[in-house]
C-alpha cells in the first residue's frame, strides 16, 4: 500500500485503535477522543528520485513477528536494516523530496508534535449481508394503504423500457442487497487533541474507522486548509 504524501515532513505512523474515552480542555468542555497506540515503526526501507525506484518515499514496518510466521523475503528485508525481527504490517509514505532519514530509524509519536490535524485510514466493521435501506439508505416502501409485507424491499430493479437489442437485464453498479462493510475508509480532518510521549498514544478527536485492536495508518492531514493570521 502507498500514500502519496504532499510535502516532505514524515509525519505518518502505523498502529492500533485502542478505543474510545474522553478529555476536559483548558476550558472544562468535554472532548470525545479515539485513542490510538501509534508506532514505534521502522524505517525499512528508503527510496529516492536519484535511485532505481525513481520517486522518494520512506517505507515503514509496524509490529514484531516471529520468523517462521512470516516469509523468507520479508524476513531478509527487514534483516538489511539490522532488525532482528520481521515486522507483521508495512506501509509506503511518499514525499515530494529527498527523505531525510535512514533505514534503520525508529519513529515515535514524537513526529506528531507540530501536528495539529490528521486524516486516519482504517478497515471499517464489517456488517455482513444487508438491505438496501441499511446498506444504501434507501427510503423503503410507503407504511400504510397497499403495500404488504415488503416495507424494506428496493423496490423495481428492472430497466423497463430498454434500448433494441439490449433487453432489460439489471445494469452494472444497480445498488442492492449485499456484504456490508469491512471496506478501506479514511477519516479526514481530525483534530489531534494530545500526545502521549511515555505510553505511544495520540488522543484523536472524534471516531476513527474500525473496530478496538484493529491496524489503523495516521498521517498529517492533506485536505485541511488552516488560516494563516494577519
Known amino acids: 500500500m502507498s500514500d502519496n504524501g504532499n510535502n516532505n515532513l514524515l509525519a505518518a505512523l502505523l498502529g492500533r485503535k485502542v478505543g474510545m474515552t474522553q478529555v476536559y480542555d483548558a476550558a472544562g468542555t468535554i472532548i470525545p477522543v479515539t485513542v490510538v497506540q501509534a508506532g514505534p515503526c521502522v524505517v525499512t526501507q528508503v527510496k529516492t528520485e536519484e535511485g532505481k525506484d525513481g520517486y522518494n518515499a520512506v517505507q515503514l514496518g509496524f509490529e514484531d513477528i516471529k520468523d517462521r510466521r512470516s516469509t523468507k523475503p520479508i524476513v531478509g528485508h527487514c534483516k ?27 519513529l515515535d509519536v514524537s513526529t506528531f508534535d507540530a501536528i495539529k490535524w490528521v486524516d486516519v485510514v482504517g478497515t471499517s466493521k464489517g456488517k ?67 500526545v502521549d510521549k511515555e505510553k505511544n498514544l495520540l488522543l484523536i478527536k472524534g471516531a476513527v474507522p474500525g473496530a478496538n485492536g484493529g491496524l489503523v495508518f495516521v498521517r498529517k492531514a492533506k485536505t485541511k486548509k488552516i488560516p494563516v493570521a494577519g
Open 80 to 106: 538489511k536494516t539490522g532488525q532482528t525481527s520481521a515486522k507483521r504490517f508495512f506501509r509506503e509514505v511518499r514525499l515530494t523530496e529527498k527523505p531525510t532519514v535512514a533505514a534503520g530509524a525508529t
Open 128 to 194: 455482513g449481508f444487508q438491505g438496501v435501506m441499511k446498506r444504501w439508505n434507501f427510503g423503503g416502501q410507503p407504511a400504510s394503504h397497499g403495500t404488504e409485507r415488503k416495507h424494506r424491499s428496493p423496490g423495481g430493479i428492472g430497466g423497463g423500457q430498454a434500448p433494441r437489442g439490449h433487453g432489460r437485464g439489471i445494469k452494472k453498479g444497480k445498488k442492492m442487497a449485499g456484504h456490508l462493510g469491512v471496506e478501506q475508509v479514511t477519516a479526514r480532518n481530525l483534530a489531534l487533541v494530545g
